[in-house]
């Protein structure tokens, strides 16, 4: 079942290259808040916001390895984890890693270079960048898309990673986790009106897996968010691929009401390679012509590509090849494009454009379906 996998290319045609980036640091403050409208056993509830900014000097500090961003996702649950209880954690993380992408070992994985620096947050820089919400999947945490982060935020975007814990007992599993999940991003649009370098009216929400859900579910209740980009999300459900989930899909549907026509943003989805839609739970394709919607299949890709994952294990083992790492470059072009038009109101990128090129170039690899 793709959502359970884990506790959880080089682009081929000029225009949907990034621009060169500019001359910033990956600064990475954690801010680790308390809903009081909501408990955790006898506990507020707990909010772990990873806060990507650029940085324009960082100093006395030596970049975060991929197994220091491991152990930081321990900390989702309890902020007063020992270091050695981290790394238990991040231990079985990168042992699943190893396993599931057929790596020699894990300590590669831990030793990886993300050129991310931990820094305090600059208290009197004046600088405002739009910023972007991820949710990520069942489980996950900033862990799972560190690479793309980094080259959103070279691209002027503050990152704000949400890693969710559910209802107590804090393991995501089911329907009524999701809410909790829904909640934690309209817990964390409101922290950001209080971080410096983030510029609150220019908001777009961003996810993989189940985070897809959330922040459907999030831009209906809200209309604080500009744009939704969903990498291989729940909200687009197929039947018959896994009994268990299409149960947790039935109960998402009853829990709270679902309104399509409330989703009024542009509005991305991007799939791997599964058969064609069968049912969803959002209705996406029913909503306002006036409101682009972009679908689009990667049809030889799966859940994983979606993720910084693969290609840190083909970064770390040179003997897979790249081809997902070059896929995920595709994808990381195709983000920064549509966060340029949608959340820095770049209309001259026409990311539709972007899209219609990948196929036209490279039909046997891309499609619209979904």
């Given at each position: 079942?793709k959502?359970?996998l ?5 682009l081929f045609f ?9 001359t ?10 308390y809903?009081?409208?909501?408990h955790?056993d ?5 909010v ?8 324009t ?6 970049p975060?390895?991929?197994?220091d961003?491991?152990d ?9 984890l ?8 991040s ?22 270079n993300?050129e ?9 820089d ?5 910023v ?8 996950g945490s900033?862990?799972e ?5 980094h080259q ?7 990152v704000?990673?949400i ?6 007992p804090?393991?995501?599993s089911a329907a009524?986790?999701?809410e909790?999940?829904v ?10 009106s ?10 777009g ?14 831009a ?14 729940t ?17 998402m549907t009853?829990?709270?009401?679902v ?10 989805y ?15 394709q ?8 972009y ?16 290609a ?10 790249d ?14 494009k ?11 990128v ?9 196929l036209l170039?490279?039909?046997?690899d ?5």
């Amino acid at each position: 079942m793709k959502h359970y996998l884990l506790p959880v290319a080089v682009l081929f045609f000029f225009s949907c290259k990034p621009v060169p980036p500019k001359t910033y640091y990956t600064g990475l403050y954690t801010i680790k808040a308390y809903d009081s409208t909501r408990h955790f056993d006898q506990k507020f509830r707990p909010v772990k916001i990873d806060l990507f900014y650029p940085a324009t000097q960082i100093s006395g500090v030596a970049p975060l390895s991929y197994g220091d961003i491991l152990d930081m996702g321990a900390l989702r649950l309890d902020y007063s984890l020992p270091k050695d209880s981290c790394h238990l954690e991040s231990q079985q993380i990168a042992d699943a890693i190893t396993q599931e992408f057929k790596l020699d070992s894990a300590g590669r994985i831990f030793r990886f270079n993300t050129e991310v620096y931990a820094a305090p947050l600059p208290a009197k820089d004046t600088r405002k960048y739009p910023v972007i919400i991820y949710a990520a999947g069942m489980n996950g945490s900033s862990w799972e898309n560190i690479l793309l982060f980094h080259q959103l935020v070279q691209q002027g975007y503050v990152v704000a990673a949400i890693s969710s814990v559910g209802l107590y007992p804090g393991y995501m599993s089911a329907a009524v986790d999701l809410e909790e999940q829904v909640k934690d991003i309209l817990f964390t649009r409101q922290q950001l009106s209080q971080a410096p370098l983030a510029d609150t009216s220019h908001i777009g929400l961003l996810s993989w897996s189940m985070g897809g859900s959330a922040i459907t579910k999030a831009a209906m209740q809200s209309g604080d968010f500009k744009c939704l980009l969903s990498f291989d999300g729940t909200e687009i459900h197929r039947y018959g691929e896994d009994a268990e989930w299409d149960k947790v899909f039935n109960e998402m549907t009853r829990i709270t009401q679902v309104v399509p026509e409330k989703l009024k943003v542009p509005y991305c989805y991007l799939s791997s390679a599964h058969p064609p839609k069968v049912d969803s739970i959002y209705d996406i394709q029913q909503r306002s012509a006036a409101t682009p919607k972009y679908f689009m299949k990667f049809k030889h890709a799966r859940h994983e590509d979606f993720s910084s994952m693969i290609a840190i294990a083909e970064q770390v083992q040179p003997t897979l090849g790249d081809e997902h790492k070059k896929r995920q470059q595709v994808i990381r072009g195709l983000t920064v494009k549509f966060f340029d038009e949608y959340l820095k109101d770049k209309t001259s990128v026409n990311f539709g454009h972007q899209l219609d090129s990948l196929l036209l170039l490279q039909p046997n690899d891309y499609s619209k379906e979904y």
